[in-house]
């Protein structure tokens, strides 16, 4: 009885906890959601007000006016697309030969590629400038897929080196007997076995790109502009436009929210793949 109780006192403790920080990433959400739907005098009133007093969707209206935003958004959309794409190609196959073919050069480059994950951004920043300028690549959505991609192969390489991990080598093994190159092995057997992971990592890897501003920033002006500059615009030497900048966040957050619960059976499947062996 008394270790039932405890079972249950933990439980509830482990609830709470999960409440709470559930609580802590929605309620920022649900104030931005808010701000979002606040007429103009709402959202400068002081002290602020968390509801709003009377709905509208004057700064929805506002923002998808905003003639440099569609555009924007498409560029932030095909960058993230592309970026996830090419982060795969390069990152998939290198991290299953580094897994399952261990040798002492591909143990030191997944810690190579751990090592490149800690060096901030910003000191990448100017040497990317330079490089995509004397290349003409400047501004452009390719250039901005590359430095992107420069990030996002390293995250997507050690975060399929671990899916890989948890992979019977039996698997090719068995594939090998009958009759398949390691090629069709790779391509017909573990591809399939490992798409929950491919589609965290791919996630993952979107959201980097997605959410991605100081490259943007300093390596696009006005052609390969994204979105999470154009929302920065609305912050002028005129004053801060909340409501309109709310009002943005909130749609550019839209596709990402839509992706994680179209892909969440996969994303379960992946966090838990190799959790159990044998």
């Not at 249950?8 to 104030?31: C, E, R, W």
């Not at 580094?98 to 751990?114: C, D, E, I, K, P």
């Not at 390596?219 to 999470?228: F, I, M, Q, V, Y």
């Not at 909130?250 to 990402?256: A, I, Q, T, W």
Request: a positive charge.
């Amino acid at each position: 009885m008394i270790e039932r109780k405890k079972r249950d006192l933990g439980g509830t403790v482990i609830n709470i906890f999960a409440l709470l920080l559930v609580l802590s990433y929605a309620v920022p959400y649900v104030y931005l959601l808010m701000t979002a739907l606040k007429p103009a005098a709402d959202v400068q009133q002081i002290p602020p007000s968390f509801f709003p007093n009377r709905i509208t969707l004057e700064n929805f209206r506002t923002v998808l006016a905003t003639p440099s935003l569609p555009a924007a958004f498409a560029n932030s959309l095909l960058v993230a697309v592309l970026t996830t794409v090419l982060s795969l190609v390069l990152a998939v196959p290198a991290a299953y030969v580094a897994t399952q073919y261990r040798r002492s050069f591909t143990t030191f480059f997944l810690l190579f590629a751990l090592v490149t994950r800690m060096v901030p951004a910003v000191s990448l920043g100017v040497p990317l400038f330079t490089l995509l300028k004397s290349i003409g690549l400047l501004d452009t959505t390719l250039g901005l897929v590359l430095a992107h991609t420069s990030t996002a192969v390293p995250l997507a390489l050690l975060l399929m080196a671990a899916f890989f991990e948890g992979l019977p080598k039996e698997l090719e093994e068995a594939a090998r007997m009958d009759g398949c190159t390691r090629f069709q092995a790779f391509v017909k057997i573990i591809l399939p076995v490992m798409r929950s992971g491919i589609a965290v990592t791919a996630l993952f890897s979107f959201i980097a790109s997605w959410n991605e501003f100081l490259y943007a920033l300093l390596l696009t002006s006005e052609k390969g502009k994204t979105a999470p500059i154009v929302i920065a615009e609305y912050n002028s030497v005129y004053g801060l436009a909340w409501g309109p900048m709310t009002a943005a966040a909130v749609l550019y957050s839209l596709p990402v929210i839509l992706i994680t619960l179209l892909l969440q059976k996969q994303i379960i499947g992946g966090l838990t793949f190799g959790a159990v062996k044998g």
